[in-house]
């Protein structure tokens, strides 16, 4: 009797759901189905792998290298990490317009950004605008949370003390005459970057939030003093800053460094002879590394980027490919009821 109430008591409610009597569909996948879907998926993969790979070729990218490892580039002479200061120059020349807006970026390769420890050293609190983690950052900052005399690094850690330092200034040469191309370096970084993630004490002056710190030891100037022009510009929230701590997923990557949108080169830059003039000061040979300055205008679908646009063809003809093999085997061995 008791065994029976049990058995009463755990059993389901009589609904079509709990004792699975609700109507199902299952597709029957005939050929006459399957075939003409695999064709039609096949073509629309292969029209959008046209679309993109034809707009990826109308996209111009200029590369020059400037690491300063070939004797007859004038970077040589600053190659050697002792040499501070140094500047060199790198001469090219335009054919025709290349069509803006224009967005220049830096490049470095042998890279890797994405290691664990190095992308955890850092501290978001201090980075956030928390003064308390100003005199004590936390321990993953180490080797660069402290300096030999005890004093707290801001930021610490070793992706911030590692930011990418070289500067550069590029000029048009018209009838002999240097003329200034302007740089517009606002708004490169990401807009949660900016207003979100990285925030500055509220401290003013920003100078005095740093008092009692030091900064890190590779940078020549304090963190209040990345842009002093411009408050919204300067501290944890510089563009450029924010542009480097934010990671590269491999170790040859390129990070946005300025826009060309001003003046005479809104429309991009002119043909004719062009001079880059780089304070060289960030050092990449002693672990194999390269450097190189890009300059690329962009589209709809962003830079350039040939591998999307093939990997939608090579996907599309291989299902056109299938559905071909599928018909063939079709044909040849089907069953007397698919008639």
Excluded at 110 to 121: E, I, L, P
């Amino acid at each position: 009797m008791m065994k029976e109430e049990l058995e009463t008591t755990n059993r389901p409610d009589n609904t079509a759901f709990t004792q699975q009597r609700l109507p199902a569909w299952q597709p029957m996948l005939s050929a006459g189905i399957v075939i003409p879907g695999f064709v039609l998926i096949g073509l629309a993969f292969i029209g959008i792998g046209v679309g993109l790979f034809i707009t990826s070729q109308n996209i111009t990218v200029l590369e020059k290298d400037y690491t300063g490892v070939e004797t007859t580039s004038d970077c040589y002479k600053c190659s050697n990490p002792s040499d501070k200061n140094c500047t060199c120059k790198l001469e090219f020349s335009l054919s025709n317009l290349f069509e803006g807006p224009v967005f220049f970026y830096y490049g470095l390769s042998n890279y890797f950004q994405s290691q664990r420890s190095y992308g955890a050293s850092k501290d978001e609190y201090q980075l956030s605008g928390d003064l308390d983690y100003f005199k004590t950052p936390v321990s993953a900052c180490s080797p660069y949370q402290y300096d030999a005399n005890q004093k707290p690094i801001v930021p610490c850690g070793s992706l911030a003390n590692s930011m990418f330092n070289d500067t550069f200034k590029l000029y048009q040469i018209v009838n002999g005459t240097k003329k200034l191309v302007p740089f517009d370096g606002k708004g490169i970084a990401w807009w949660t970057d900016y207003n979100i993630k990285y925030r500055n004490p509220s401290v003013t002056p920003l100078k005095n939030a740093f008092n009692g710190t030091v900064k890190p030891s590779f940078w020549s100037k304090p963190a209040y003093e990345l842009d002093t022009s411009d408050p919204s510009n300067n501290g944890f929230v510089n563009q450029d800053f924010l542009v480097w701590m934010r990671r590269a997923a491999l170790p040859d990557f390129r990070k946005l460094y300025r826009r060309i949108t001003e003046g005479d080169y809104a429309s991009g830059l002119p043909a004719g002879n062009y001079s880059l003039e780089i304070a060289y000061n960030y050092p990449v040979l002693s672990f194999g590394g390269r450097k190189k300055v890009v300059f690329s205008n962009v589209s709809w679908m962003g830079g350039k980027n040939q591998f999307l646009g093939i990997a939608y063809l090579v996907v599309g003809s291989l299902c056109v490919v299938m559905s071909m093999v599928m018909l063939i085997v079709y044909a040849k061995f089907k069953f007397p009821e698919d008639d």
